[in-house]
Nanobody, 111 residues
Framework: QVQLVESGGGLVQAGESLRLSCAAS????????IRWFRQAPGKEREFVAA???????YYANSVKGRFTISRDNAKNTVYLQMNSLKPEDTAVYYC?????WGQGTQVTVSS
């Protein structure tokens, strides 16, 4: 069973940037699709971005052009670079591999 640990969240002002990390332990995930989701208070968890084994990337329309997902298979880590952050990006961000989820990392963007 893979364990996922997110980090890198914090409090920033609108327009600033953050980079989230998702580190995996246990089985490596280089051959798997890794996804980022987020959940804001009172809202359902929503898809943010994904990267597959070959490096192809997918984004929600709301973050396209601002967020970039990448992976370093040697470090068993997936990153989410978030630029031009907006208050509506405030949420707990989770990484996911198949049925495994991390504990989440809080991102708060003030206006």
């Amino acid at each position: 069973q893979v364990q996922l640990v997110e980090s890198g969240g914090g409090l920033v002002q609108a327009g600033e940037s953050l980079r989230l990390s998702c580190a995996a332990s246990g089985r490596t995930f280089s051959n798997y699709l890794i996804r980022w989701f987020r959940q804001a208070p009172g809202k359902e968890r929503e898809f943010v971005a994904a990267i597959n084994w070959s490096g192809s990337t997918y984004y929600a329309n709301s973050v396209k052009g601002r967020f970039t997902i990448s992976r370093d298979n040697a470090k068993n880590t997936v990153y989410l670079q978030m630029n031009s952050l907006k208050p509506e990006d405030t949420a707990v961000y989770y990484c996911n591999k198949e049925n495994s989820w991390g504990q989440g990392t809080q991102v708060t963007v003030s206006s």
